[in-house]
């Protein structure tokens, strides 16, 4: 079992940054790949950015490349989402998801989510 825990969310201006933190405990030697993921209400869930947990290679959706930015730190069983340059429509909760060796693609662990607000 894994356990996953954000934070960092919050209400900002159009144009503001945040950073949101994912922290991991249980197995996490099982971990493979960490991901966010964001929903906004009445929309479906949306992948946002991963890192794979051993390489550091990470991946971005086209809405935030160049914008936000993906890290972890292994020590800390941690992952964060550096989100620069905030629009009104990357607001959503955002949720850090766990895929663990041998279930690639497959999100068996989720956190609680955390609330990102942008106003206009």
């Known amino acids: 079992q894994v356990q996953l825990v954000e934070s960092g969310g919050g209400l900002v201006q159009a144009g503001d940054s945040l950073r949101l933190s994912c922290a991991a405990s249980g197995r996490t030697s099982t971990i493979d790949v960490m991901t966010w993921f964001r929903q906004a209400p009445g929309m479906e869930r949306q992948f946002v950015a991963t890192?794979?947990?051993?390489?550091?290679?990470?991946q971005y959706a086209n809405s935030v490349k160049g914008r936000f930015t993906i890290s972890r730190d292994n020590a800390k069983n941690s992952v964060y989402l550096q989100m620069n340059g905030l629009k009104p429509e990357d607001a959503a909760v955002y949720y850090c998801a766990a895929s663990i060796f041998g279930r690639a693609g497959i999100y068996d662990y989720w956190g609680q989510g955390t609330q990102v607000t942008v106003s206009s």
């Open positions: 890192i794979f947990w051993s390489t550091g290679y990470t």
